[in-house]
Structures are given as structure tokens and as C-alpha cells.
């Protein structure tokens, strides 16, 4: 089976615009989650989606939002970029969420200048 | 609350040698999972071990040994004769089923082999 799929790998945006990252996961998984891993925060959780409702939420401001289409891809948007948002941003994918294993893409690197 | 501590940050080894990578956790929940990960320069996170508390039984697979104690919240795991391939950054995680499945993640270890 092809892993996790993430694009774009690489982005630079400037301060106040929009952003959208998109994830496919493994074939037959249905929750997505995306992770923001900063140097000094670590990897934190932003969401996770299972049958396109947002199932879970970490503590990020409403700038951050995604979704998830019938076939299990995801989007995450970021809007109003600031310099602070310039991460990688993981997805991972599992068959059910929960404490499921989680799989994950090789991130996009996203550079807020 | 859900806390996973890698106290140690950075470790340097020399090839061949054994080194001990701790996870220590906190959870209230009686039913959890833990799982190590490892995320090279390449920066993808690999899947290495997934545990769950009711299964405290010790762990080989090849090179690579875990040691769960619950008595110490402590999930240990060891790399035996460490190679240059094994430098990563290493990342011990923890899901409880009662706080909603989310993955808590440690800070990780950044092992080092010297050849």
C-alpha cells in the first residue's frame, strides 16, 4: 500500500496570507490528524477528522481549520499567516482513530516570512 | 491530564554501543497505549511499537527491545549495537481512551551515533 501522501513538501508564504496543505492517507483509512512541530513547541495536535466530521480539536485559534472529503482526503487551512506559524505541518491517517496506530506523511514544510 | 517526559534531549553514542532511550508518562486513564516513534532528517515520522497498558510483557524486535513497567509509568526502549543508520530524533507518545484518543507526545531524544 502507498503511505501517507502530503502536498505541497515545501512552502513560503508572507505574513497575512491564506494556506492549504493537503493529506491522502493510506487506502482504507478513515481519520486523518494533523500535528504542527515547531523546535520549540514540539509536536502538537491540531485536529482530527473521521468520516469528514472533525472528531477532535487541540488548542489552536480559529485561523486553523480543515476538512475532510468522501474519500478520506483532508485539507488544513491556515489563514492570516504569522511569522509563529512556520512549522511542518504532519499528517498521519489510521483505519479508525482512537489509539489506532498512526501513520504519517513526510510533513510540508511551511516558511512564513 | 496526559503527560508524556523524555527527560533526555540530546545523546551521543560511538557504534556498537548500547543506549536506553526513557519515556516516562502520566495518565489517569486505566486503558492507554503507548508508542515510540522515529523521525530522521528526512523529517517523517516511522512507526516503531505500539503497547497497551494491560500488556506489560517486554518487547524484541531485532536490535530494538522495549521495556514497559507500570509500577514506574515508564516505557523504556533500548537499541542494541547502535549503528550510524539509527541517528534520529526519537519520539515517545501516549493515548488514553478516555481523553478522547488524542496522541500526547513526548519532547524526543536526538540520538547521535558516532562511526
Known amino acids: 500500500k502507498a503511505g501517507v501522501t502530503q502536498t505541497p513538501r515545501y512552502l513560503i508564504k508572507t505574513r497575512g496570507q491564506q494556506v492549504t496543505l493537503s493529506c491522502s492517507p493510506i487506502s482504507g483509512h478513515r481519520s486523518v490528524s494533523w500535528y504542527q512541530q515547531t523546535p520549540g513547541q514540539g509536536l502538537q495536535f491540531l485536529f482530527e477528522?473521521?468520516?469528514?466530521?472533525?472528531?477532535n480539536k487541540g488548542n489552536f485559534p480559529g485561523r486553523f481549520s480543515g476538512r475532510q472529503f468522501s474519500n478520506s482526503r483532508s485539507e488544513m487551512n491556515v489563514s492570516t499567516l504569522e511569522l509563529g506559524d512556520s512549522a511542518l505541518y504532519l499528517c498521519a491517517s489510521s483505519p479508525e482513530g482512537g489509539s489506532d496506530t498512526q501513520y504519517f506523511g513526510p510533513g510540508t514544510r511551511l516558511t512564513v516570512l | 491530564a496526559q503527560k508524556v517526559t523524555q527527560a533526555q534531549t540530546e545523546i551521543s553514542v560511538v557504534e556498537k554501543e548500547d543506549v536506553t532511550l526513557d519515556c516516562v508518562y502520566e495518565t489517569r486513564d486505566t486503558t492507554y497505549y503507548l508508542f515510540w516513534y522515529k523521525q530522521p532528517p528526512s523529517g517523517e515520522l516511522v512507526f516503531l511499537i505500539r503497547?497497551?497498558?494491560?500488556?506489560?510483557q517486554n518487547e524484541i524486535s531485532g536490535r530494538y527491545s522495549w521495556n514497559f513497567q507500570k509500577s514506574t509509568s515508564s516505557f523504556n526502549f533500548t537499541i542494541t549495537a547502535s549503528q550510524v543508520v539509527d541517528s534520529a530524533v526519537y519520539f515517545c507518545a501516549l493515548s488514553g481512551v478516555n481523553t478522547g484518543n488524542q496522541f500526547y507526545f513526548g519532547t524526543g531524544t536526538s540520538l547521535t551515533v558516532i562511526p
Open positions: 477528522y473521521f468520516s469528514e466530521t472533525q472528531r
Open positions: 503497547r497497551n497498558s494491560f500488556d506489560e
